[in-house]
């Protein structure tokens, strides 16, 4: 017989469940049907898009254009997540020891404690980690040839959600194809494409660039995010406005923001020092 955990609520879990459950199905059953009328906003990016805009894809004036500065603050709240992760993930910073502080306390703890706070089968269970970790072991080569055929493809398919205004698409999710390549990558061949330090400052650039675009706005024509950028000619790579820039800036810092996040979730190691609360078991106090 195992003691009842008080921490468990099955009877809260299922309703909160099923209530989350009966919202969704709500909200699909109210969504609009194929044959429903437009919305204001749909007819209005219908009715700027082309004329205004010189392009052909409302969806990308809506999210890059009229709606930009709603994709300027869901940027940086996908910055603050990435943020969030690497500071969590983090591990331990390399330290000159000026003043002898690391010793120091080692020497105090040694004196405190003379016994070693590390057993067996802690220092097993370290080794097997880092050997887990330090191995990057490549997959066969039917997937290497397979990831060689289709890595090109797909990068390919993200250049071009970004490059041109007249396709559905644009910085969000050509960033998503760019860094699900670079993952494909790196679990075939079992090596990171690029290195931590270039993806941060790919993505500051990013941002940057975004910053950049969205304030001269203000200052060229009195509101963040106007659009200030001289109109090419229809389906051409310049039409657009400031949308092509503001989708050129999006796909890096987009791309190599979620590449930033998981290299940090992969390179995440385990902190060995023991807690209060396992100081008893295994560990002499």
């Known amino acids: 017989m195992h003691p009842r955990n008080p921490h468990r609520r099955p009877f809260t879990g299922a309703f909160l469940t099923g209530g989350f459950a009966a919202l969704l199905a709500a909200g699909l059953l109210a969504a609009p049907r194929e044959d429903a009328p437009l919305s204001a906003m749909a007819r209005h990016a219908l009715a700027v898009s082309l004329p205004d805009w010189k392009l052909t894809e409302p969806v990308n004036e ?150 950049v675009i969205m304030g001269l706005g203000l200052v060229l024509k009195d509101a963040v995010g106007a659009d200030w950028v001289p109109h090419a000619a229809e389906r051409t790579p310049a039409s657009g406005g400031i949308v092509q820039p503001f989708s050129v800036a999006e796909f890096a810092e987009v791309g190599t923001g979620i590449l930033l996040a998981v290299h940090a979730l992969l390179g995440a190691r385990h902190d060995w020092t023991p807690d209060e609360a396992g100081a008893g078991e295994g560990v002499p106090s």
């Open 62 to 211: 809506i999210v890059y254009g009229t709606r930009g500065f709603d994709t300027f603050g869901e940027t940086f709240l996908l910055l603050a997540a990435v943020v969030s992760v690497l500071v969590l993930t983090r591990p331990r910073e390399l330290r000159t020891e000026p003043m002898g502080e690391e010793r120091a306390g080692r020497r105090e703890q040694a004196e405190d404690d003379p016994a070693s706070p590390v057993d067996a089968r802690e220092r097993a269970a370290r080794r097997a980690e880092r050997a887990e970790q330090d191995a990057r072991t490549p997959m066969t080569p039917v997937v290497r040839t397979a990831v060689r055929v289709v890595g090109p493809i797909l990068f390919a398919a993200g250049c071009y959600l970004v490059a041109w205004g007249y396709a559905p698409g644009g910085g969000f999710p050509a960033g998503a194809v760019l860094a699900g390549v670079m993952l494909m990558v790196y679990a075939a061949f079992g090596r990171r494409t690029f290195g931590t330090r270039r993806l941060e400052t790919a993505e500051l650039a990013g941002a940057l660039g975004i910053i």
